[in-house]
């Protein structure tokens, strides 16, 4: 029952980080109906530069709260660079700058900061108040991070104005231009905290994975599954999708096919997905009048 309880525990855990990522997707998805396939080589680069602040001699959360702010001016810088001159392209050339992006991003991380593999510390000590017989002190301070990151994120969308612009100018562009909105700066800032976000979830895998330029690979395809689970037009939904996600993989890898194989499973939901449930549990059907 320990055992079971620890899997549980832990996939919550992990989960919620497969969850942010795919609520990074959910938003460029939402601002530019194409898929980022370049998150998780963001975030990578994100999580090199954590790395080499606490080189030089940051502390741990001022590094962190650097490279989130760098992070958001990055991803802004992306859409705005990049992005932008092509959002009325055709679909395959989208495609192809996401690509671009990736072994953009992915030779960077390799040129810069080498491919050798790197450790990253955790902010939490072990044997500190955060660990118990059930899970890591990094496990749950991870976990506490991320819900505060997507709580944060929830407020910031649900309360304040510029959240609610975003909102518009993701769901209704046009509406959105008729009352004012910038609808271009609101996109830009949707990369931004989708820039960040991937950061955070960076920070958080990279102390038990280790650090390389690969290391956001197999990250990104569970942030993947747990988008289209939860619905990729449903930000809400990713976050669900992730915690499913994560406890599927703890469970079926512990007693069922093994750690060897656990990748299978986020493959299995994505095509599973795809296949009987395209619009994901919390998605929303679209009809086009035509």
Known sequence: MDALLHQIVSGLATGCIYGSIGLALVMIYQATHH???AQGEIATFSTFIAW???QQ???????FLLTVGVSFVGGVAIQRLIVRPVEKAPVLTNVIVFIGLVVIFNSLSGWIFDYTIK??????????PL????????????????????LALYAFFRFTPVGLAMRAAA????????????????????????SAIGAVAGMMV??????????????LIY???AALLGGIDNPAGAVIGGLIVGVLENLLGAYVIGTELKLTVALVLIVGTLTLKPNGLFGKQVVTRV
């Open 35 to 37: 898929i980022n396939f």
């Open 57 to 63: 001699g940051f502390g741990y959360w001022s590094a």
């Open 119 to 128: 450790s990253f510390p955790s902010p939490f000590a072990q044997q500190g």
């Open 223 to 225: 942030g993947f599954a």
């Open 52 to 54: 080499a602040l606490l």
């Open 206 to 219: 990279a102390p038990t994975v280790f650090l390389d330029p690969n290391m956001m690979a197999g990250i």
């Open 171 to 194: 769901q209704n562009p046009d509406s959105a231009r008729l009352v004012g909105i910038r609808v271009s700066w609101m996109l830009a800032m949707g990369w931004g905290l989708a």
């Open 131 to 150: 660990s118990s017989r059930y899970f890591s002190a990094h496990e749950l301070g991870s976990f506490l991070v991320m819900l505060c990151v997507l």
